[in-house]
């Protein structure tokens, strides 16, 4: 029963990277491209970023349904960074919204612009440091410390701040292969697919970094994913999908390109999976929160995993629907919505 | 500032905000499917391009609605991490189901928005309906979890734990279906009567003017109906609050000493040291009968209830005013609209009713916020009525004023904008708006 929460909760996370992140990574992308981009990216993520955003709040209400103790865990001692997420979340939608939506263009829309540029660079950034402090287990096991060393050290240190950067240029580079596939002259083309190689060099530079930094505060990754059969298979396959990927992005064969940068996230998740699972949440001194031993009781995992399957035979096929009607066919593309 | 005040001040805020939004998409995607069908039905433009015209002011509230929304779901744990350590299991249930909602309502709007040119006109309108019933479905799953703090069923409290948990049992507990039946007619009643407020105002402004003229009928058309139903449901939900939170309704009333008969204190102001109310007027009996159908029932004070367990009496007392005088407003013009209707029809077009339907413009909104502040300052101290003190269900992390401040900041911003977007909004499509929509 529960690992078809966990296997849910995984679906969860990595559609919410892939389609939220490239949501939010478009943000970045436009920080990088400035003005080119504006137009194709406004009319990309218009239709399907609220349907995407919701990918999130299907995580949280299986945490805090599923396993209660971990949702207050990160509540409470991730509470700045996830509240930083929140603001975030809160500026991109209404900014994006608002640009798109307001009747008259003139000069309010600069301001709407740069709202919306800087949080969706803003909220990665948190979301990957929020995502460090998880892995690396200096949440404290109670709130007895001071203020420093219960709700700020866990999540503010060099390790965060890498997965942070990580995350970003993650969310960027999905960003910037997605739009390839929106681009519809071959200026805006060429000016997304450069920056889908910039994004994805940095992006394995920081991933390593990440692995580097892990050894100094003893975490060790580079052991525990030689260790785990699994995460081989994942680093394995994501390096074997490279070629094919740029292969792909120069013959502009969309569907193809966007297929293998899934799979290339799909194995970082599952990596990272591979890894920590069955902890949920490290905490420090080894008290760790697992998946057996913040479980709900039983009636409620057993009504939650009905709930999870009665709604992702409704969602998948109107998802499957809404991606139809929009991103494979582009006929009435001339309409501004 | 104290932390936990201001954890309940940002609840509070928070909640405040939303609430508007959620109202508001719970409603006009079935007044634009009316308009739609209408369209399609009669061939008159002027429906479709009200459809369009509100399509595009829906946008901005549905994206208001779901970042907000999205603060909430987390401020469960941000504010009340106690709290939902051991309500998430029992009351996580509605909230699984309502993520379906979401999916299909957000899927929906995306087509339904954005999909005009690119499905067939009949594959839009399903949209529509699809947006409108996912969005009341919603609506009504939070409120049952809502109303599982008031009436708390589905688990045994035992050592402060939770045991033997259900979570069918909690979510239809004994006051879900009063609420929601009351929150559900309030989101109409409250979004019908803003709408037809705002195009009675531009109707007043252009006389003769058929697409206003046609929005006007729309938005009522719901509107009445629901406003005639809310104070009967409202019957209905103050029954039930007699019999499951006596102190709750002993604090809407006023009623400091148990009495048998009770009467009913309209308007006053209550003395919570003396314990009795000044200048109210009372209406001998009549609150033994609403409270329990029976005109000399014994209705329960709040001299039952330890003092330190009291709701803040005042607070709970005006807003439950404010909401019935409301309501009994709202109910009012619904009744003078069917007579009109019926039979002096050309006063429906006359300039007093139109300046009456702008001055009722914010009423159902303020009925809506202050039934919320009744039911829950009015649970208070309890954040799971007679289990949990809402006290220790606070974050142990400092400095709660901090985001408290940066929410509210953000909120009253985001309201200035929204004002403020939807004033050019709709000035523009008022002047122009078929050069306007014809673009769409
Ligand atoms: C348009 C909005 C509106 C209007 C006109 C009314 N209400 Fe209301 N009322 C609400 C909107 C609302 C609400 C905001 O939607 C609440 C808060 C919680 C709920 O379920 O509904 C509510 C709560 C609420 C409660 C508390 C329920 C509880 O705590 O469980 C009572 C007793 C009433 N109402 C009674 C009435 C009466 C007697 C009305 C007569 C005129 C009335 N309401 C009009
Ligand atoms: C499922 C729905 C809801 C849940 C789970 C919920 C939960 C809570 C919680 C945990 C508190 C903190 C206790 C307190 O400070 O008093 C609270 C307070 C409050 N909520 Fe709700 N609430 C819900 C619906 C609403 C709605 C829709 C509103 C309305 C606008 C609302 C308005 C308030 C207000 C005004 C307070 C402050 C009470 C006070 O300060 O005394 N609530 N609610
Ligand atoms: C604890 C309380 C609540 C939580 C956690 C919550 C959460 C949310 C979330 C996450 C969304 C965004 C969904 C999306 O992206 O479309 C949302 C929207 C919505 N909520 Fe709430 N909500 C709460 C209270 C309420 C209440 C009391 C009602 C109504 C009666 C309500 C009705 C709605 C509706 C109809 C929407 C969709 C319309 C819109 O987005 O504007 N919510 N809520």
């Not at chain 1, 030689?226 to 969309?254: D, E, F, H, K, Y």
């Not at chain 2, 939070?142 to 589905?154: D, H, K, L």
Request: proline share 4%; aromatic share 14%.
């Amino acid at each position: 029963m529960i690992e078809i929460i966990i296997f849910v909760l995984g679906i969860a996370v990595l559609l919410y990277v892939l389609l939220g992140g490239a949501d939010f990574g478009a943000g970045i992308v436009e920080l990088a491209t400035g003005k080119k981009g504006i137009n194709t990216i406004s009319k990309a993520i218009a239709p399907v970023w609220e349907a995407n955003h919701i990918w999130l709040i299907l995580a949280v209400v299986i945490l805090f349904n599923g396993f209660p103790r971990v949702f207050t865990t990160l509540t409470i001692y991730l509470h700045i960074p996830l509240f930083i997420v929140l603001v975030g979340i809160v500026f991109r939608g209404t900014a994006f919204t608002f640009r798109y939506y307001d009747i008259q263009q003139d000069n309010t829309q600069k301001h709407y612009t740069r709202i919306f540029r800087i949080s969706s660079l803003l909220t990665p950034f948190f979301l990957g440091i929020t995502l460090g402090a998880i892995i690396l287990g200096n949440i404290p096991a109670n709130v007895n410390g001071t203020f420093y060393e219960v709700f700020i050290s866990p999540w503010l240190n060099l390790f965060t701040f890498t997965t942070g950067i990580f995350v970003t240029l993650l969310f960027g580079w999905l960003a910037s292969i997605y739009l390839i596939g929106e681009a519809h002259d071959d200026k805006s083309y060429q000016t997304f697919a450069k920056t889908a190689r910039i994004f994805f060099v940095s992006l394995i530079l920081s991933g390593l970094s990440v692995f580097l930094v892990a050894e100094i505060y003893g975490l060790h990754l580079f052991m525990k994913f030689s260790q785990s059969l699994l995460a081989i298979g994942c680093v394995t396959l994501a390096t074997v999908v490279i070629p094919l990927l740029w292969i792909n992005v120069n013959r502009r064969n969309v569907l193809q390109t966007r297929l293998l940068a899934g799979i290339q996230t799909a194995c970082i998740i599952a990596g990272w999976f591979a890894v920590q699972f069955p902890v949920m949440i490290f905490i420090s001194g080894g008290s760790d929160l697992t998946v057996w031993n913040s479980q709900a009781p039983e009636r409620t995992i057993s009504l939650l995993v009905d709930a999870l399957i009665v709604g992702i035979l409704i969602i998948l096929p109107a998802f499957a629907y809404l991606f139809k009607v929009f991103k494979f066919d582009n006929k009435g593309d001339e309409a501004t919505n | 500032m104290d932390d936990f005040l201001a954890a309940r001040l940002q609840m509070t805020v928070s909640f405040v905000f939303h609430i508007v939004y959620a109202c508001i998409g719970m409603t006009m995607p079935w007044l634009m499917f009316v308009a739609e069908w209408k369209w399609i039905k009669t061939g008159q433009q002027v429906y479709l391009d009200l459809a369009k015209a509100w399509a595009r002011g829906v946008a901005i509230f549905f994206a208001v609605g779901a970042v907000s929304g999205t603060v909430l779901s987390f401020e469960l744990g941000l504010l009340w991490p106690n709290f939902m350590e051991h309500a998430g299991a029992i009351i996580g249930m509605p909230f699984s189901w309502e993520g379906t909602a979401f999916f299909l309502e957000a899927i929906a709007l995306g087509v339904f928005l954005y999909g005009r040119n690119r499905v067939s006109n009949r594959m839009h309108l399903i949209s529509g309906l699809v947006v409108g019933i996912a969005g009341v479905i919603s609506g009504i799953f939070v409120v049952a979890a809502n109303a599982w703090m008031n009436s708390p069923s589905g688990f045994d409290w035992i050592n402060g734990q939770a045991n033997n948990i259900d979570p069918m049992k909690a979510m239809f507990n004994k006051a879900w279906f009063q609420q929601a039946l009351h929150m559900t007619i309030a989101a109409f009643a409250s979004t019908c009567f803003a709408v037809a407020g705002i195009h009675a105002y531009m109707l007043l402004r252009h006389k003769d003017n058929d697409f206003h003229r046609k929005a006007i009928r729309i938005a009522l058309s719901f509107g009445i109906v629901a406003a005639i139903l809310q104070p009967l449901s409202g019957d209905l939900s103050a029954k039930n609050v007699a019999i499951l939170q006596p102190a709750k309704l002993a604090a809407m009333e006023s009623l400091f000493k148990t009495s048998e008969p009770a009467s009913l204190v309209i308007g006053g102001i209550p003395n919570v040291k003396e314990e009795k109310v000044e200048y109210g007027l009372h209406i001998p009996k009549l609150l033994s009968f609403l409270a329990h159908g029976d005109f000399n029932a014994e209705v329960q004070g709040l001299d039952k209830t330890k003092k330190e367990d009291w709701p803040p009496v005042p607070i709970v007392h005006f807003a439950f005013q404010i909401m019935v005088l409301m309501g009994l407003l709202m109910m009012g013009t619904g009744i003078l609209f069917l007579i009109f209707k019926i039979k002096w029809k050309e006063n429906l077009d006359r300039k007093w009713w139109l300046i009456w339907l702008v001055g009722l413009t914010p009423v159902g909104f303020i009925a809506v916020e202050a039934g919320w502040i009744v039911t829950e300052v009015g649970r208070q101290p309890w954040i799971i009525y007679g289990i949990m003190k809402t006290r220790d269900a606070v974050t142990p992390m400092p400095g709660i004023q901090y985001p408290f401040y940066v929410i509210t900041l953000i909120y009253i911003l985001l309201t200035i904008f929204v004002f403020w977007l939807m004033k050019r909004q709709i000035l523009a499509i008022q002047t122009n708006y078929q050069d306007i929509l014809s673009h769409d």
